[in-house]
């Protein structure tokens, strides 16, 4: 049996073995497992191309030519050209062409819903609509917050423009009260305070007082400020005499628009006395046109004005009043003379 054992041995590994034609084919398998394993441990190409396809290499498609050696293919890049600078230049060119156009689109579309209003004729006098929109206009003035704040505080309301002329017996002719009446002008209500020599009006300007379109009429204002000087004179100064002069000087400080409610105050003078004339009285007076919905804090001690804000002034105005007791035509001559002499000192 130990004499057969080397030719058994020779046996089992000649069936065992592998022949030639199998070992070199597994090999390739192998070695291409192998290597497709190495690049993916590696991170290599293979995934590369699945992870970011766009950077796969370019195929190449040159035909296939037998026993011809393998050469790489030669990929050339073009010379940059000038497109790149006509295509910035065309590209800011449509821009600014894109943003003239839809700029001008935006100021034509605003001035034509600003000035739309105004192309409107306005409602016939005493017509049905007119009354319904003065109807909403003196419910817009009645129901102010400024207004019901007046009436809660207790300030005196004067009923003076109300009335038509027979009961104001000016015959038709006063401005404020009755020229600039009704929908188009001036819807006013005026307070006194109960206890202080303040004077407040609260009017609601119409769109017939524009002197330039959306912006009220500098006359207007002036308007405004004459007549709260003129209440306040019949208030609490009418004891010292009538106007017999007076100087106004108003800087405006902001544009008042129409369709909104203003307040002028007017608030206490300062009263000189000339001793060579005890019947005359000079008053100096600063009344202002403000834009508030409530009623200002008065401080009775400095009898000073406290606004919200300096926003909501719009205009003050710095006048100065002369008043003459009723006299005799001969002491009038004697005033008016001395008047004229002291203009002429003063120029």
């Not at 796969?56 to 010379?79: E, R």
């Not at 002008?185 to 017939?208: D, K, N, S, Y």
């Not at 007076?246 to 007017?266: L, N, T």
């Not at 000189?272 to 008053?283: A, K």
């Amino acid at each position: 049996m130990q004499a057969l054992k080397p030719a058994i041995c020779r046996q089992a590994r000649r069936a065992g073995a592998v022949p030639p034609g199998i070992r070199r084919v597994r090999a390739g398998l192998a070695s291409r497992f192998i290597r497709a394993r190495y690049q993916h441990d590696q991170h290599g190409p293979h995934k590369e191309y699945f992870q970011t396809p766009g950077h796969m290499p370019t195929p190449d498609t040159t035909p296939y030519i037998h026993d011809q050696p393998l050469t790489p293919p030669i990929h050339t890049i073009p010379p940059a050209t000038g497109a790149g600078g006509r295509s910035l230049f065309v590209r800011f060119t449509r821009s600014v062409f894109w943003a003239i156009l839809f700029s001008s689109l935006g100021v034509v579309a605003g001035t034509a819903l600003i000035t739309w209003e105004y192309l409107q004729p306005p409602f016939e006098p005493g017509s049905e609509l007119e009354r319904d929109l003065l109807d909403e206009i003196m419910d817009a003035v009645e129901l102010h917050p400024l207004v019901d704040s007046l009436r809660q505080a207790n300030w005196i309301e004067d009923n003076y423009y109300a009335g038509h002329a027979d009961a104001i017996g000016t015959g038709g002719m006063h401005l404020v009260a009755e020229k600039l009446q009704g929908t188009q002008g001036i819807t006013m209500r005026t307070f006194r305070h109960p206890t202080q020599e303040f004077t407040m009006m609260v009017a609601f300007l119409g769109f017939g007082l524009e002197g330039w379109p959306d912006v009220i009429h500098g006359g207007i204002i002036t308007t405004l400020i004459q007549e709260g000087i003129d209440r306040q004179i019949h208030n609490f100064y009418e004891k010292y005499g009538k106007q017999h002069a007076q100087a106004i000087s108003v800087d405006f400080k902001r544009r008042m628009r129409p369709g909104e409610v203003y307040a002028v105050i007017v608030p206490p003078a300062q009263v000189e006395m000339n001793p060579p004339q005890p019947d005359v009285m000079h008053l100096q007076m600063m009344p202002m046109v403000v834009r508030i919905e409530a009623p200002p804090r008065i401080t009775p001690e400095a009898l000073t004005i406290e606004l919200p804000s300096m926003e909501e002034l719009h205009a003050v105005a710095n006048v100065q009043v002369r008043l003459v007791q009723d006299v005799t035509p001969e002491r009038m001559a004697e005033l008016e003379a001395a008047f004229a002499s002291q203009k002429i000192e003063d120029i």
